[in-house]
């Protein structure tokens, strides 16, 4: 791999780093925020590995702005940060929570003033408890509800932030946590996820042209999971599962946007989605995106398993190859990175990518007020090295955003994968860049 060079990303590639609202604010119950389902999930026994919670999580709610000036001394253009649904709309409609929308008012401005463009995401998982308590994302009503809380956002931070990601990720909230029942929610029900799915899928259309009435310019994106999927062997039983768990984890969040509807030949039980059609879907679903976030962690291996999907999950184990391992149990395949890069891309060529997520948690330690990380920069390079080669190959890859700022709450993992560029004393909240974030400055100076 010939040396990186921020110049060979062009001189428009956003370089940013991302992170969401229940992983790093804290302030779980202040100024008036409403309880999520991460709330309830976390405050209820045996969910997270470390019997942790986010309730403090890295106080970014009150050290947002240092935050953001490291943001800014790293060298990055960008901060990409989600906001929290109940602390703007605390029981998920009706009434708004001034305080709560004034808190990321202020974090936009902050931005701003540090000169850092604020990309916002709406929702990274941390549905209003109350409105999980009327069915969550399994009632249609959820459109109305999402329409609502867009429009909020969207009024208040509009003026502000152009760069808007509808989602995070559907494929992890509605299979980790409504399929697998290892997120929050913590449901393990078909029928909640097949409703889910096509709801979710319909708040996309519903939330982009919210946001594209509110906002001048507004430039409006999701984000997805890209999981390539291998197999353990070349026998067609094998190859059939691949394309099931391809369908169940990638193609059912991002076709019915493109007007390609569900992939239903691929996987037989993906047919109950139609239930939960109503007319008038197939055109209200589609999508015309500015652009599509792509994030990468790892590949996924699919082997012929009675419930396809469920091996799409990361916190499920695959059976190692001759791969690095990361503190995760994912394996380090960077070449997966052009792969989900070319997947997405060959549905429009026109369509900009931005890779929305990219990074690795190892097992980092301080020692004298240092942490050496040198896999952590060596993952980045690499990867970073697959982008460079997607652009290459004409790909229209825009922005880079790297997972994550500093140490946060990792869902069910709780404390102990560390992400970040930056080291986070979870008793101190004294921050500590690392190695890896040292070598981002200087390669983005
Ligand atoms: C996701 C989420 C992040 C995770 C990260 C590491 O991609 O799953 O956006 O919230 O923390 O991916 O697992």
């Keep these: ?59 970014f709610y009150h050290r ?46 902050s931005c701003l003033e540090h ?35 867009v429009g909020v956002v969207a009024d208040a931070l ?50 982009a042209s919210v946001l594209r009435a509110k906002v001048a310019d507004a430039n409006v994106g999701t984000t997805h999971i890209i999981s390539p999927m291998a197999t353990k062997a070349d026998t067609p039983k094998h190859r059939r599962a691949a394309a099931a768990l391809d ?45 599509l976030g792509v994030q990468y962690y790892t590949r996924q291996q699919a082997r012929p398993a009675p419930i396809p999907g469920l091996h799409a999950v990361p916190w499920i184990r695959h059976d190692y190859r001759n791969y690095e391992i990361t503190a995760m ?22 369509l900009t990518l931005v890779v929305t997520e990219n990074g690795a948690a190892f097992p980092d330690k301080v020692e004298a007020g240092r942490v050496h990380d040198p896999r952590r920069t060596a993952f980045y390079q690499a990867h970073l090295a697959e982008v460079r080669r997607a652009i290459a190959d004409g790909m229209p890859v825009d922005g880079y955003f790297c997972w ?3 140490d946060n709450f990792e869902w069910a993992e709780g404390y102990g994968p560390r992400f970040g560029l930056t080291y986070v004393d979870f008793d101190t909240q004294e921050r500590i860049v690392k190695d890896s974030g040292r070598w981002f400055r200087d390669f983005l100076a």
Excluded at 65 to 86: C, K, N
Excluded at 341 to 347: E, M, P, S
């Design 404 to 406: 994550s700022l500093m």
């Design 64 to 109: 947002y702005d240092d935050d953001t000036a490291l943001v800014r001394d790293l060298g990055f253009d960008a901060q990409r940060f989600s906001i929290s649904w109940p602390r703007v709309l605390p029981t998920g409609t009706g009434r708004v929570n001034r305080a709560g929308l004034d808190f990321y008012s202020r974090v936009v401005d």
């Design 247 to 291: 369908a169940f984890a990638n193609r059912i969040f991002l076709e019915p946007n493109f007007g390609l509807g569900y992939p239903t030949e691929a996987a037989g039980l993906l047919k109950g989605v139609e239930r939960y059609f109503k007319p008038g879907d197939d055109e209200a679903i589609k999508v015309d995106w500015d652009f």
């Design 1 to 59: 791999m010939s040396e990186l060079a921020r110049t060979d990303f062009g001189d428009d590639f956003t370089w940013g780093v991302a992170h969401a609202s229940y992983q790093v604010e804290g302030a779980w119950d202040a100024d008036g925020k409403g309880p999520s389902i991460w709330d309830t999930f976390t405050h209820g026994k045996g969910r997270i590995r470390d019997k942790s919670t986010g309730d403090v999580a890295c106080d």
């Design 329 to 350: 149990g994912w394996e380090v395949q960077p070449d997966g990175l052009y792969e989900s890069l070319a997947k997405v891309h060959a549905y429009d060529p026109e």
């Design 158 to 207: 509009g003026d502000r932030v152009k760069d808007w990601m509808v989602f995070n990720e559907p494929c992890s909230f509605m299979v980790v946590g409504h399929l697998a029942g290892v997120h929050a929610p913590g449901t393990r029900s078909l029928r909640r996820f097949l409703a889910g799915t096509h709801h979710v899928n319909l708040c996309q259309s519903a939330g």
């Design 115 to 149: 000169g850092v463009e604020p990309w916002v995401t709406l929702y990274h998982w941390d549905l209003p408890e109350a409105l999980q308590q009327r069915g969550g994302w399994a009632n249609r009503d959820v459109i109305g509800w999402f329409e609502e809380y």
